[in-house]
């Protein structure tokens, strides 16, 4: 699993095994198989990108100059992490040679002192002289997690032992008495944390709490830039220390990286204090930075959450990154305070954060993520949403960010505690959690029917925790004919000697919900979003009327809106459709007298679709926040 | 007067010369006395910052590195027009000292064959190399500009044998058969038709035809450089050829400046077809890119406009040259075509564009004019409004902007014609039009009492046009006590013959107005923006009542707003009143279902003040558009 708390770690709940988590059949099952298939055309893009290229020269294995950017070699870490956690769920012998065959030109293309990055060894560049920008421990810390992810998935431990020489050499270099920078873009932390799960060698997690306790005392910006971003130290979450951070600010991946790695430290050191400011500065943001899909990040202009109630749909950012960040940090403060808040963030973020940033092909990606493309929207070709999504980027960090966070999705359905097992995500298959072990039936997200069956049981009681999202207004819980109310926003809970066999049924209704933002978000108001369980929905030009423009779509939030299944329709959805009204055309003036009638709006049909599936019919208008009809 | 249009050009309405127009106290002297003031500043600044310096070094008068970007040397020619129009204002020995002691050292600065730019001499860079940012033409096109107000203004011609040179050795260089490549930011094209205007050398206006009708071919980007705004063609207005362009796009000031040398280009060459697309494409951007303060400029990143209906007062950029290069785009649109729409835009991007991006001390100023400073908002040091005004920039465009731009306000009160004179801007002071000279006597924009008063008229029919605003419902115009009702947004034209001390009164009611944008305007929905006069409104925080937030505060809109003449405040405005109410407290969770009730909002009292003169107060969070108490 990714993230596995050592033993004295302080956690309320812990991942179950490998082998504790399998996927069988419904909506996740379909994304992950696409993932999979997505993986040789992975390897196939970081080869025409020159990042493998550029290992296989740092090995002596080819010849030439060095592709991109210096972070190049991250994107195959991420790539092979990937591949890791593919074997994990389903192994195979390609993929195994894949980890052996560029485990060994990594191995190879390793300085002797453990130093390790292609790009700067091709270019002969001063080691750490741009940490800024070059990102040094940026691409130690992807090496770290695939390091790891590919011993527990395969036993076997060469790209680790290639790890801990780096990490040696990094933890002789970096820290008290040695070089004090910190790396302008985090996630070192979050490596060296799972690599001291991994060996148990403490000065690993020492050297992630120093870089954690560094930043906020300026080491990260470019020395002497200031007009831009680049020159503020907010840009590289160093403009305070993490204790004294209120909320996330700054480039947004950097800053949600930071935290995860935080969480880590505190969780593996026992900083009780840390992670109280940590589920701080979460719920800080979850409040006033956090778009209503769960991604995050405000600004194109430095990749930036914005202020407080920042989020405007147009221009959001929400790059596919920083929810992958979210998602891993809320994992980590669910599996270190077992509040069910965070399983709900993860569940927000999976379907509507991480799973809109993919095609429903599994090859082509969002690195923007917007919640509202214009009628003939343009932007630049490389990021901009206006042009639907691409197979690559030359900044290439979210493809395969994405494909190792698919892959590795049964990480985080579920975990265990020594008398039971706590499930967190509705996705049909098999939890097993020491001796107990449960078969989960459901058609989530579509249906909010979960039934779980139980197959294996020990001999005394043990308890069964089932979350009750946020969302889920009059579920109930029991078996079948005998079911109580239980709360959203809790686990309920089920403790007694369990027998194979014995079912415990949630029922949670799936009405369409109309909701509105916090009255301060400036950008959203006189609009409405719809969710339907954990869905958030969206209008797309393909399915409104004909000829009615989207701009001028306006809902009636006065008639309830009605399901409707699609079988054919982006691969099998429940649509929604509502009543609304067609806004009249532009007013001569563009600022007129608020007492100024306009001419009455025509009624026109909405159709509502998941918006995680849209963008997968060409680029076309499209929106989130639906202004309502006054 | 800055634009001065040829003997054949195609023009509606011509120029009044230098000596024809005079402002005599009001509103404007003030904020003309303290532009003069700043004057001498802005030669200190440019001094500090290295600008001066690298034209001494280029000349061989001092010795050293060269400072900053390749276009430094138009910060020096900007500021060299104001003290030009200055010095025609009001002579003075040490103005005219300052353009003959800077003249020379431009003169000693250039090479033989007539190039200049003191940054690239310096550095030894290869010509014209790099014009994508570089900018040689850009500030040949300043340095154009500055030599022709030099000339106007003082009739001595010394910079205005510099700048023929340098346009000679242009036009031998660039156009068709020579170099093909325009520069990544317009303006020598105005400089260029100026120049032409100034000396009758066709071949000067041949080349700014030659560059106006070269964009639109990909020969502004810089090559093989995708990934961001500058790799994309529209961000130097050049995806489309200016005659196909439907709206302005990219780039903000490059787009405006641009679309300002191409009027004058039709002006001067009679291309009614290129003007139609020119007024098409003002129209274009008044009606969907324009901020109610008249600003354009929607995105930080790329300083661009963003699509129609994308304006976001928060993130609004606003450039301060944007909305000159926008007054000196209406101004020739005015001219050309004698439309009162464009006098109507220059009344609004004087008051509510240009004024509030300089202090009221006229010593510091806004590269970015948001519409909505959020409380404890932070930014980047150099633009974000977050910090306040600034004294200089690295990148100082606006300053000297600003200083040129208030020097030459004479140029935009009026206009004449064979038969009479148009009166656009309502300022005190002596307009003098041939033989018809008239005195103006108001309180505008604060009162709505225009009195014109004959000082001397020729013995025929003469006819007064006296601007109604767009604004101005309820306008009545005429002598003492026999007023006759006016339409807005046209001339109220009086035709007879005229004697000295005849009067002619304009009384335009200035009730407040509540205004509401476009139905498409997402950023601005459920909020008002609040107008009185010509003046543009805002709410900023020290106004507001104990303790009450900005962020919280709601206007309601049921209640008439009170006028209140406050002689102390920021210089002396009047304020206005509004009854509204405290938003509650944020809800418990960021998105929460429509239907569900919040608790009353209890009422507070706003007070508005002009938005020209916020944030002279210190950086305090501040709105234009306000919500709506609902």
Redesign the interface.
């Known amino acids: 699993m990714t993230v596995l708390p050592g033993p004295a770690a302080a956690v309320e709940l812990r991942p179950l095994p490998l082998s504790g988590v399998s996927v069988a059949g419904g909506f996740w099952a379909r994304r992950l198989e696409a993932n999979r298939a997505a993986i040789p055309l992975g390897r196939e893009r970081l080869t025409e990108a020159g990042s493998i290229g550029n290992l296989r020269i740092a090995a002596g294995q080819a010849t030439g100059a060095a592709s991109g950017a210096g972070f190049r070699d991250s994107d195959v870490y991420k790539w092979l992490e990937a591949v890791a956690w593919e074997y994990a769920r389903d192994p195979g012998e390609g993929l195994l040679e894949e980890l052996r065959e560029l485990g060994a030109t990594i191995a190879a293309a390793q300085r002797e002192d453990g130093y390790l990055n292609a790009v700067a060894q091709i270019r002969g560049e001063e080691r750490y002289a741009r940490l800024w920008m070059s990102h040094e421990l940026y691409c130690a810390g992807h090496l770290f997690q695939a390091a790891v992810a590919a011993a527990r998935a395969t036993g076997e431990k060469r790209l680790l032992r290639v790890a801990t020489r780096f990490a040696d050499h990094l933890a002789g270099t970096f820290g008290p008495g040695r070089r004090g920078e910190v790396d302008g873009h985090p996630v070192v932390e979050m490596g060296l944390v799972e690599l001291y799960r991994e060996t148990g060698e403490r000065r690993y997690l020492d050297l992630a709490r120093h870089f954690v306790e560094a930043r906020g005392h300026g080491r990260a910006a470019k020395p002497g830039f200031?007009?831009?971003?680049y020159?503020?130290p907010?840009h590289y979450s160093d403009r305070l220390p993490v204790r004294e951070t209120e909320s996330p600010?700054g480039h947004a991946v950097r800053a949600v990286y930071l935290a995860a790695g935080a969480t880590d430290v505190a969780i593996e050191t026992g900083d009780a204090a840390l992670l109280a400011t940590l589920r701080r500065q979460y719920d800080a943001m979850?409040?006033?930075k956090?778009h209503?899909t769960g991604a995050v990040g405000s600004?194109?202009?430095g990749e930036a959450f914005?202020?407080?109630?920042?989020l405007?749909?147009?221009?959001a950012y929400a790059e596919t990154c920083a929810a992958i960040g979210t998602l891993q940090w809320a994992w980590r403060l669910l599996l270190a305070t077992g509040d069910p808040l965070y399983a709900d963030q993860i569940e927000l973020l999976l379907y509507n954060a991480l799973l809109p940033a993919v095609s429903l092909t599994g090859a082509d990606y969002f690195y923007v993520n917007t919640l509202?493309r214009?009628t003939?929207?343009?932007g630049?070709?490389?990021?901009s949403p206006a042009h639907g999504r691409r197979p690559w980027?030359?900044?290439a960090c979210c493809p395969p960010n994405v494909m190792r966070t698919l892959a590795a999705l049964p990480s985080y359905l579920a975990t265990g505690t020594a008398d039971g097992l706590q499930v967190h995500q509705y996705v049909p298959g098999t939890l097993t959690s020491g001796d107990l072990s449960v078969e989960i039936g459901t058609g989530y997200p579509w249906d909010g029917l979960v039934t779980v069956t139980v197959r294996a049981a020990p001999p005394r009681e043990v308890e069964l925790a089932l979350r009750v999202p946020?969302w889920a207004q009059g579920a109930r819980l029991g078996s079948l004919g005998r079911l109580r109310p239980v709360a959203p926003g809790t686990y309920a809970r089920t403790r007694r000697l369990f027998r194979p066999g014995d079912q415990v049924q949630l029922r949670m209704p799936m009405p369409a919900?109309?909701?509105?933002?916090?009255?301060?978000?400036?950008?959203t108001?006189?609009?409405?979003?719809v969710m339907r369980g954990p869905l958030v929905y969206a209008i797309e030009q393909p399915d409104q009327p004909d000829g009615a423009v989207l701009?001028?779509l306006r809902i009636n939030?006065e008639v309830p809106l009605e399901p409707e299944h699609l079988p054919d329709l982006l691969g099998g959805v429940i649509a929604l459709r509502a009543a609304g009204a067609l806004?009249?055309g532009?007013?001569p003036?563009?600022?007129?007298?608020?007492?100024q009638p306009?001419p009455p709006a025509p009624p026109a049909d909405l159709k509502l679709i998941p918006y995680y599936a849209w963008a997968n019919r060409g680029p076309h208008a499209m929106r989130v926040?639906i202004?309502?009809k006054t």
């Open positions: 200031d007009p831009s971003h020159g503020d907010a600010e979850r409040r006033g956090q209503i600004r194109w202009d914005g202020e407080a109630y920042e405007a749909p147009d221009r509202h214009r003939g929207a343009r630049e070709v490389q990021r980027f030359n900044c946020d919900r109309v909701l509105v933002a916090d009255d301060r978000v400036d950008a108001r006189g609009c409405v979003a701009e001028d939030t806004a009249p532009p007013a003036t563009p600022y007129r007298p608020c007492e306009r926040w202004p309502r």
